[in-house]
């Protein structure tokens, strides 16, 4: 079956500093990927998509790459804000129709000190 | 336009009670999905429906949930008999037509609580 692993943290840095939260997964067939936040007291939110090999989906200033060759959607920003403390889940869901929902990760926790 | 939301947004039940939570979709969105967020499990796909239709319902922890669909639009996810590992916040989510690319808009969850 498909899964999602990433580094599930608290992952905690200071204002300014790169961020990266690996993301891999295996799946059956050709899938799009996702990068979900949930920032406090909010609910999921779309922050980033790809939907086939080599894409790089962007928003907010943060990044990630489709890499089928190591089955890894990395999630990076150059220089991180307190605001941008959340929790990020990495998602990916099969290309071939909806009769599945998306796989999540575990979900990491970002903490961002001023 | 109105998001994705869901009723009620906290719900506290005794053990062995039946439990009803509701999902209004994205008008014009025919795909909806339920999930589970809980401490010890994480994100889980329970069920989706294309239109009024549940093709696959083997994600539903047990018989003692159910979901349903009218009209196209609104959907409940039934809870029978509630047991306290079913605590935990219920999303919905929509999408346009269900395609494996789109983006699902995700409610604000119902928190469930089962003493």
């Known amino acids: 079956g498909n899964s999602v692993t990433q580094m599930e943290g608290p992952v905690t840095l200071s204002e300014e500093a790169f961020l990266t939260i690996n993301c891999t997964y295996t799946?059956?067939?050709?899938?799009?990927l996702f990068w979900y936040v949930q920032y406090p007291g909010e609910g999921l939110q779309l922050l980033l998509k790809a939907t086939k090999a080599d894409d790089k989906g962007s928003n907010k200033g943060f990044e990630a790459t489709y890499r089928k060759e190591t089955t890894s959607f990395h999630l990076e920003k150059g220089s991180v804000q307190v605001s941008d403390s959340a929790v990020y889940f990495c998602?990916?869901?099969?290309?071939?129709?909806?009769?599945?929902?998306?796989?999540f990760g575990k979900g990491t926790h970002l903490i961002i000190q001023p | 336009g109105a998001g994705v939301s869901q009723s009620p947004s906290n719900k506290v039940t005794e053990k062995g009670k039946d439990v009803e939570l509701r999902c209004d979709p994205i008008s014009g969105h025919t795909a909806l999905y339920w999930y589970r967020q809980s401490l010890g499990q994480g994100l889980e796909f329970l069920i989706y429906?294309?239109?009024?239709?549940?093709?696959?319902k083997s994600g539903l922890p047990s018989d003692r949930f159910s979901a349903e669909r009218t009209g196209g639009s609104v959907s409940t996810l039934t809870i029978q008999r509630t047991q306290q590992e079913d605590s935990a916040v219920y999303l919905c989510?929509?999408?346009?037509?269900?395609?494996?690319?789109?983006?699902?808009?995700f409610g604000p969850g119902t928190r469930l609580l089962v003493l």
């Open positions: 998602a990916l869901k099969e290309a071939r129709g909806g009769a599945d929902g998306l796989t």
């Open positions: 429906f294309q239109g009024n239709s549940a093709p696959d």
């Open positions: 799946a059956t067939g050709y899938p799009s």
């Open positions: 989510a929509s999408s346009f037509t269900g395609g494996g690319w789109e983006t699902q808009y």
